[in-house]
């Protein structure tokens, strides 16, 4: 058995963004339920620059902008999630499909070991954390980790991929 590369999600090699993981906090976890709805209406066209409408979501925009007004009376974020929908401050897409997006680049490099779907439906949110909430100097940092659905079923959580948004 070999350890993965733990930073495969990093394509360009940042420097800072692996400090940051380093800094991640280490201690106890503590759960409690919340609502968790989608922050995103678009989808980015991924492999060229661009996006558009969340497909099949007419309405999506409006949503989020109602969920975006009334989310923190209803379930104020925390720093850390797990499951539900992806979250990012600055972003109207899919940070789900980036991530895919991403994995599947990684896999082609040889830096991911396959098989790694590139239809977003294969994969799940797994976890979600507003790394400027506890980092400083990371602040609209947002991490997330994903795994294929087939790969949850398995419960093969070392098939883990991560992805970081940064909006410095």
């Not at 940051?20 to 339920?33: C, N, S, V, W």
């Not at 947002?142 to 410095?168: C, I, K, M, Y």
């Amino acid at each position: 058995m070999t350890e993965r590369d733990r930073n495969a999600w990093n394509s360009f090699d940042f420097e800072d963004d692996e400090a940051m993981f380093e800094a991640f906090p280490q201690g106890p976890l503590r759960a409690t339920t919340s609502v968790s709805l989608a922050y995103h209406h678009a989808v980015e066209f991924l492999g060229e620059p661009g996006s558009g409408p969340l497909p099949g979501q007419p309405c999506s925009e409006e949503l989020v902008e109602v969920w975006n007004s009334t989310q923190d009376a209803i379930a104020p974020a925390g720093p850390l999630q797990i499951g539900g929908y992806a979250w990012e401050e600055a972003v109207y897409t899919d940070p789900i499909a980036v991530a895919a997006f991403r994995a599947v680049k990684a896999a082609e490099a040889g830096r991911w070991d396959g098989p790694v779907s590139d239809d977003v439906s294969d994969w799940v949110l797994l976890a979600d954390w507003q790394a400027g909430m506890d980092v400083e100097g990371w602040e609209s940092a947002t991490v997330h980790w994903v795994l294929q659905r087939e790969d949850l079923a398995g419960w093969r959580f070392d098939r883990a991929f991560t992805s970081v948004f940064w909006n410095p």
